[in-house]
Protein backbone atom coordinates (compact mmCIF):
# COMPACT_ATOMS: atom_id res chain seq x y z
CA UNK A 1 0.00 0.00 0.00
CA UNK A 2 1.69 3.52 -0.88
CA UNK A 3 0.25 6.78 0.88
CA UNK A 4 1.01 10.10 -0.20
CA UNK A 5 -0.06 13.36 0.79
CA UNK A 6 -1.12 15.91 -1.95
CA UNK A 7 -1.17 19.81 -1.78
CA UNK A 8 -4.08 21.06 -3.80
CA UNK A 9 -4.08 24.50 -5.16
CA UNK A 10 -6.66 27.18 -7.38
CA UNK A 11 -6.43 30.42 -8.21
CA UNK A 12 -8.19 30.18 -11.50
CA UNK A 13 -11.78 30.02 -12.57
CA UNK A 14 -14.08 28.37 -10.55
CA UNK A 15 -11.52 27.48 -8.13
CA UNK A 16 -13.62 25.11 -5.98
CA UNK A 17 -14.58 22.86 -8.81
CA UNK A 18 -10.99 22.75 -10.06
CA UNK A 19 -9.88 21.21 -5.83
CA UNK A 20 -13.17 18.82 -6.71
CA UNK A 21 -12.03 18.12 -9.71
CA UNK A 22 -9.26 16.42 -7.88
CA UNK A 23 -10.49 14.75 -4.87
CA UNK A 24 -13.44 13.24 -7.05
CA UNK A 25 -10.42 12.21 -9.37
CA UNK A 26 -8.53 10.57 -6.60
CA UNK A 27 -11.90 8.60 -5.75
CA UNK A 28 -12.02 5.77 -3.24
CA UNK A 29 -8.16 6.10 -2.82
CA UNK A 30 -8.78 9.50 -0.90
CA UNK A 31 -8.66 8.59 3.24
CA UNK A 32 -8.36 12.41 4.43
CA UNK A 33 -9.18 15.67 3.28
CA UNK A 34 -8.20 18.93 5.00
CA UNK A 35 -10.84 21.84 5.11
CA UNK A 36 -10.87 24.21 2.17
CA UNK A 37 -7.82 27.23 2.36
CA UNK A 38 -8.48 30.51 1.31
CA UNK A 39 -4.84 31.84 1.12
CA UNK A 40 -2.98 34.64 0.37
CA UNK A 41 -0.29 34.28 -2.91
CA UNK A 42 3.41 33.60 -2.42
CA UNK A 43 5.81 33.48 -4.74
CA UNK A 44 4.40 35.87 -7.34
CA UNK A 45 2.06 37.85 -5.10
CA UNK A 46 0.43 39.87 -7.77
CA UNK A 47 -2.20 37.14 -8.52
CA UNK A 48 -5.30 36.42 -7.16
CA UNK A 49 -6.12 34.51 -4.15
CA UNK A 50 -5.81 30.55 -3.96
CA UNK A 51 -7.68 28.15 -2.67
CA UNK A 52 -5.35 25.26 -0.80
CA UNK A 53 -6.49 22.25 0.45
CA UNK A 54 -4.28 19.09 1.50
CA UNK A 55 -5.86 15.36 1.10
CA UNK A 56 -3.97 12.27 1.81
CA UNK A 57 -4.31 9.33 -0.50
CA UNK A 58 -3.25 5.64 -0.64
CA UNK A 59 -3.86 2.56 -3.21
CA UNK A 60 -1.84 -0.74 -3.61
CA UNK A 61 0.50 -0.85 -7.02
CA UNK A 62 1.37 2.63 -6.89
CA UNK A 63 4.57 4.28 -6.27
CA UNK A 64 5.25 8.02 -5.93
CA UNK A 65 5.61 8.35 -9.92
CA UNK A 66 1.87 7.14 -10.25
CA UNK A 67 0.81 9.72 -7.95
CA UNK A 68 2.38 12.62 -9.91
CA UNK A 69 1.21 11.07 -12.87
CA UNK A 70 -2.14 10.74 -11.64
CA UNK A 71 -1.73 14.60 -10.31
CA UNK A 72 -0.64 15.71 -13.53
CA UNK A 73 -3.43 13.96 -15.44
CA UNK A 74 -6.23 15.84 -13.01
CA UNK A 75 -4.43 18.80 -13.88
CA UNK A 76 -5.05 18.49 -17.57
CA UNK A 77 -8.46 17.80 -17.01
CA UNK A 78 -8.63 21.21 -15.62
CA UNK A 79 -6.97 22.55 -18.31
CA UNK A 80 -4.14 23.55 -16.78
CA UNK A 81 -1.57 25.67 -19.36
CA UNK A 82 2.16 25.86 -19.32
CA UNK A 83 2.62 28.95 -17.18
CA UNK A 84 5.07 31.11 -15.38
CA UNK A 85 7.01 29.27 -12.19
CA UNK A 86 4.60 30.38 -9.21
CA UNK A 87 2.06 32.14 -11.34
CA UNK A 88 -2.14 31.40 -11.61
CA UNK A 89 -3.02 27.96 -12.37
CA UNK A 90 -6.81 26.42 -12.39
CA UNK A 91 -5.32 23.24 -10.52
CA UNK A 92 -2.10 22.39 -9.28
CA UNK A 93 -1.40 18.88 -7.58
CA UNK A 94 1.88 19.20 -5.79
CA UNK A 95 2.87 15.23 -4.28
CA UNK A 96 4.13 16.75 -0.87
CA UNK A 97 5.37 12.97 0.18
CA UNK A 98 5.21 9.88 -0.52
CA UNK A 99 5.74 7.15 2.57
CA UNK A 100 9.69 7.55 3.55
CA UNK A 101 10.40 8.44 0.04
CA UNK A 102 13.47 11.11 -0.92
CA UNK A 103 13.87 11.76 -4.18
CA UNK A 104 16.68 14.03 -5.94
CA UNK A 105 15.10 13.66 -9.55
CA UNK A 106 13.87 16.97 -10.72
CA UNK A 107 10.80 16.01 -12.11
CA UNK A 108 9.66 14.69 -8.84
CA UNK A 109 11.51 16.23 -5.75
CA UNK A 110 10.65 14.53 -2.58
CA UNK A 111 9.42 15.64 -0.13
CA UNK A 112 8.55 18.10 -1.76
CA UNK A 113 10.99 21.31 -1.11
CA UNK A 114 8.48 24.07 -0.55
CA UNK A 115 6.70 22.12 2.47
CA UNK A 116 8.39 23.06 5.60
CA UNK A 117 8.16 26.78 5.10
CA UNK A 118 4.17 26.91 3.02
CA UNK A 119 1.63 27.72 5.81
CA UNK A 120 -1.02 26.82 2.74
CA UNK A 121 0.69 23.34 2.88
CA UNK A 122 1.34 22.97 6.53
CA UNK A 123 -1.81 24.17 8.15
CA UNK A 124 -4.19 21.96 6.01
CA UNK A 125 -1.87 19.22 6.47
CA UNK A 126 -1.81 19.27 9.99
CA UNK A 127 -5.45 19.25 10.34
CA UNK A 128 -6.28 16.46 8.13
CA UNK A 129 -3.30 14.62 9.90
CA UNK A 130 -2.61 15.85 13.62
CA UNK A 131 0.46 13.33 13.70
CA UNK A 132 2.08 13.49 10.46
CA UNK A 133 5.78 14.14 10.33
CA UNK A 134 7.87 15.55 6.85
CA UNK A 135 10.21 13.34 6.25
CA UNK A 136 13.93 14.75 7.47
CA UNK A 137 12.01 17.92 9.07
CA UNK A 138 9.82 16.52 12.13
CA UNK A 139 6.21 16.42 13.21
CA UNK A 140 4.08 18.95 10.90
CA UNK A 141 2.84 20.33 14.35
CA UNK A 142 6.42 21.51 15.22
CA UNK A 143 6.73 22.91 11.57
CA UNK A 144 3.28 24.92 11.63
CA UNK A 145 3.63 26.15 15.27
CA UNK A 146 7.22 27.72 14.08
CA UNK A 147 5.24 29.64 11.18
CA UNK A 148 4.82 33.54 12.64
CA UNK A 149 2.00 35.21 13.13
CA UNK A 150 2.01 37.33 9.29
CA UNK A 151 2.40 33.90 7.71
CA UNK A 152 -0.81 32.13 9.90
CA UNK A 153 -2.97 35.18 8.49
CA UNK A 154 -2.44 34.94 5.16
CA UNK A 155 -4.57 31.66 5.56
CA UNK A 156 -8.36 31.39 6.38
CA UNK A 157 -10.48 28.49 6.82
CA UNK A 158 -13.29 28.27 4.62
CA UNK A 159 -15.70 25.22 6.12
CA UNK A 160 -18.26 26.91 4.04
CA UNK A 161 -16.51 25.87 0.64
CA UNK A 162 -16.75 21.63 1.09
CA UNK A 163 -14.56 19.39 -0.82
CA UNK A 164 -17.34 16.52 -1.31
N1 LIG B 1 7.00 16.75 -5.51
C1 LIG B 1 6.55 17.22 -6.69
N2 LIG B 1 5.22 17.33 -6.94
C2 LIG B 1 4.77 17.80 -8.11
N3 LIG B 1 5.57 18.18 -9.14
C3 LIG B 1 6.90 18.08 -8.95
C4 LIG B 1 7.45 17.60 -7.73
N4 LIG B 1 8.81 17.63 -7.84
C5 LIG B 1 9.09 18.08 -9.04
N5 LIG B 1 7.96 18.35 -9.74
C6 LIG B 1 7.95 18.85 -11.11
O1 LIG B 1 7.56 20.21 -11.07
C7 LIG B 1 7.01 20.55 -12.34
C8 LIG B 1 5.78 21.40 -12.15
O2 LIG B 1 6.14 22.50 -11.50
P1 LIG B 1 5.07 23.60 -11.22
O3 LIG B 1 4.98 24.51 -12.40
O4 LIG B 1 3.80 22.98 -10.72
O5 LIG B 1 5.82 24.30 -10.04
P2 LIG B 1 5.19 25.32 -9.14
O6 LIG B 1 3.94 24.69 -8.58
O7 LIG B 1 5.05 26.63 -9.87
O8 LIG B 1 6.25 25.51 -8.00
P3 LIG B 1 6.44 24.62 -6.72
O9 LIG B 1 6.84 23.26 -7.23
O10 LIG B 1 7.51 25.32 -5.96
O11 LIG B 1 5.11 24.57 -5.99
C9 LIG B 1 6.65 19.28 -13.04
O12 LIG B 1 7.48 19.15 -14.15
C10 LIG B 1 6.94 18.19 -12.02
O13 LIG B 1 7.48 17.06 -12.66
N1 LIG C 1 -1.13 30.82 -1.36
C1 LIG C 1 -0.60 30.15 -2.37
N2 LIG C 1 0.31 30.75 -3.14
C2 LIG C 1 0.83 30.06 -4.19
C3 LIG C 1 0.45 28.73 -4.46
C4 LIG C 1 -0.50 28.13 -3.61
O1 LIG C 1 -0.88 26.95 -3.79
N3 LIG C 1 -1.01 28.86 -2.57
N4 LIG C 1 0.98 28.06 -5.50
C5 LIG C 1 1.84 28.66 -6.30
C6 LIG C 1 2.38 27.91 -7.44
O2 LIG C 1 3.01 26.78 -7.08
C7 LIG C 1 2.30 30.03 -6.12
N5 LIG C 1 1.74 30.67 -4.97
Keep these: MSRAVLSLGSNLGERLEHLRLAVHGFGEDVVVTSAVY ?3 PWGVRDQPRFLNAVIVVAADGLDEWGWLRRGQALEAQAQRRREQRWGPRTLDVDVVTVDGVHSDHPDLVL ?18 DPEAVLPGHGPVRDLAAALSKEERDTLHRRPDLPLH
Design 38 to 40: ETE
Design 111 to 128: PHPGTPSRASVLVPWLEA
